[in-house]
């Protein structure tokens, strides 16, 4: 059985710090991983994808993949309470392009 | 702006009765995702379509779920009978092969059954 693994939460930061938010996965095989951001009430949207080892930036969103720790992170600094919300991390499940999602971390920004 | 269209957004029945939600796919993309989301179970893959083709519905209770694409347009994801533990939201996802992973949610059916 694949898995993807997340911490709950609620993992609460004060506005302007660095929320990480941390999964891991079982499948070795896996090559991509995704981070999707869910707004309470509403759908999963794609915000980062990872394929290779080390770090990816987007503005102020960094993604990092540890293959050999079998290990993804996102990284948000400066955070904002519009970043409040749930992340889901999803490994690439196969051949076929599905996605296995982990239960997602609560984030909580104060202001 | 392309976006994935469900319906009905919301849908309260009783034990026992027939469901039916449809999911229109963003114009172009060849694949489709349906997708159960529950507090305690996260959100699980229930069946998936590449090119209208059903790839796996191994998520699917099979006593009681089907998957049709019927067309290139519309996604159709049925419950008979329904039962209070299906109770969830349901949401489509469509993208297309060459990315996999970057798949495009609608946004959801919430169904309640009594």
């Known amino acids: 059985q694949k898995e993807v693994e997340q911490n709950s939460g609620p993992l609460s930061v004060p506005e302007g710090a660095i929320a990480s938010l941390n999964c891991t996965y079982s499948d070795r095989g896996s090559q991509s991983f995704f981070w999707y951001r869910q707004y309470s009430g509403k759908s999963p949207e794609l915000i980062m994808s990872i394929y290779s080892n080390g770090d990816k930036e987007d503005g102020r969103f960094t993604a990092q993949l540890n293959k050999a720790s079998q290990y993804v992170s996102l990284l948000i600094r400066d955070s904002q309470p519009s970043d409040s919300a749930t992340y889901l991390c999803a490994a690439e499940g196969g051949s076929q392009g599905n996605l296995i999602f982990g239960k997602g971390t609560k984030l909580s920004v104060k202001p | 702006d392309a976006r994935v269209t469900q319906t009905p957004r919301h849908k309260v029945t009783e034990m026992g009765q027939e469901v039916t939600m449809r999911c229109q796919p963003i114009l172009g993309h060849n694949t489709v995702f349906w997708y159960r989301q529950t507090m305690m179970q996260g959100l699980e893959l229930l069946a998936y379509?590449?090119?209208?083709?059903?790839?796996?519905d191994s998520g699917m209770p099979k006593d009681r779920f089907s998957a049709e694409m019927p067309d290139a347009t519309l996604a159709t994801l049925k419950i008979q009978p329904s039962e209070p533990r299906d109770s969830a939201v349901y949401f489509c996802?469509?993208?297309?092969?060459?990315?996999?992973?970057?798949?495009?949610f609608g946004p959801g059916t919430r169904l309640t059954v009594t």
């Open positions: 379509f590449r090119n209208r083709a059903p790839l796996d």
């Open positions: 996802a469509s993208g297309l092969v060459g990315t996999p992973g970057e798949q495009y």
